[in-house]
């Protein structure tokens, strides 16, 4: 399976702690986004990466979220001191440069306890 | 900025019913749009897409054509079943100068009972 792989699937975490989420995009694509989907809505775009560096992080709340997408290993979506409101899934997407389709991963969904 | 809005749902229809959900898009540009598909607990699956005017896109007997007269791109099916039901999610993509961006409408819950 060569598409978008995100990990963990599933993340528990305690108020305060820390949230890593990871994507592998498809192999080959420098393109990433994340989206968050809160329970009962749609998919809010976060940000979007090109290797190494954030296009656009319009979507991102201004405190404790941020985004990387390093020249090698995967995307990392990071949320400090997590609060209950973080709850929820997290979807990474990929593209290649041409950026005509965009290929979504199959989400980590974060509960915060 | 572009935006996309859906039929509120849930809906729901018996098995074998004709199924529409609506869909409407305001766009500065000349996106492509799309239809999503999330089953529940699952993630995002492309459904059908199309890039132009006119072009209808297909899959799984759903079916959904692009009007750009009336900005809509409202999904279709003759007979729905129950493994039908699901979380569906209209879309388009929003052209950057460099990049394309996916923008989602809110969802339709569907639920097909037998």
Known sequence: NAGVMQNPRHLVRRRGQEARLRCSPVKGHSHVYWYRQLPEEGLKFMVYLQKENIIDESGMPKERFSAEFPKEGPSILRIQQVVRGDSAAYFCASADSSGNTIYFGEGSWLTVV | ?114
């Open chain 2, 1 to 114: 900025g572009d935006s996309v809005t859906q039929m509120e749902g849930p809906v729901t229809l018996s098995e074998e019913a004709f199924l529409t959900i609506n869909c409407t898009y305001t766009a500065t540009g000349y996106p492509s749009l799309f239809w999503y598909v999330q089953y529940p607990g699952e993630g995002l699956q492309l459904l059908l897409k199309a890039t132009k005017a006119d072009d209808k896109g297909s899959n799984k007997g759903f079916e959904a054509t692009y009007r750009k007269e009336t900005t809509s791109f409202h999904l279709e099916k003759g007979s729905v079943q129950v493994s039908d039901s699901a979380v569906y999610f209209c879309a388009l993509t929003e052209m950057k100068t460099s990049y394309d961006k996916v923008i989602f409408g809110p969802g339709t819950s569907l639920s097909v009972i037998p």
